[in-house]
């Protein structure tokens, strides 16, 4: 996607935000925003579900209650970014910097696999992603149950009560 166009739909959007005649909602649904620049956007309530997002800069964006299922977010800068209430299902968030972002609590890399755990706080409760995994603490604890043993259960346990003290 353009650069134009997507000022264009923030435009749109900050209005509809705003309340403001000649506002709409942002549908970015599938978008390829591949390496786009949208640092300190307010993007809060877009859908943003299933774009392309990896590399962008989203520095201090605004993603609060915005749908992300399935979006590609790897390799995406999300430092300091707002995700308090957005929908991170099935998103991928492989190699994205969560440093300092509203309510992500990132863990590892994991014993078992190299790869980092994330929590993130939602308002339905506190959700997690481990490798293709997306669930609440209690299906996450159930997988592990069922998968790991030893040091590796106990590391997914610990990092699971670490993020409940973190995040609830």
Same mark, same amino acid.
């Given at each position: 996607?353009?650069?134009?166009? !997507? ?8 209005? @509809? ?16 925003l591949s390496g786009a620049n949208l640092r300190n956007a307010d ?8 774009? #392309? ?6 520095? *201090? ?13 790897? *390799? ?15 998103? #991928?968030? &492989? ?10 609590a990132v863990f590892g890399p994991a014993p078992s696999s190299g &790869?980092? !755990? ?9 959700? +997690?992603?481990?490798?293709?995994? @997306? ?8 997988? !592990?149950?069922? !998968? ?5 259960? #106990? +590391? ?9 003290l973190q995040l609830t």
């Amino acid at each position: 996607m353009k650069a134009e166009e !997507v000022s264009t739909i923030l435009a749109a959007h900050k209005k @509809w935000l705003g309340d403001e005649e000649g506002g709409s909602h942002a549908d970015l649904r599938g978008a390829n925003l591949s390496g786009a620049n949208l640092r300190n956007a307010d993007l809060s309530g877009a859908n943003l579900s299933g774009a #392309d997002l990896s590399g962008a800069d989203l520095r *201090g964006a605004n993603l609060r209650n915005a749908d992300l299922r399935g979006a590609n977010l790897s *390799g995406a800068n999300l430092r300091g970014a707002n995700l308090r209430g957005a929908n991170l299902r099935n998103a #991928d968030l &492989r190699g994205a910097d969560l440093r300092n972002a509203n309510r992500i609590a990132v863990f590892g890399p994991a014993p078992s696999s190299g &790869r980092l !755990v994330y929590a993130v706080a939602h308002e339905n409760g506190l959700l +997690w992603q481990a490798g293709c995994f @997306w669930g609440t603490s209690e299906e996450l604890a159930a997988k !592990v149950a069922q !998968v790991h043993s030893g040091k590796n259960r #106990d +590391w997914y346990e610990a990092v699971i009560a670490l993020g409940k003290l973190q995040l609830t």
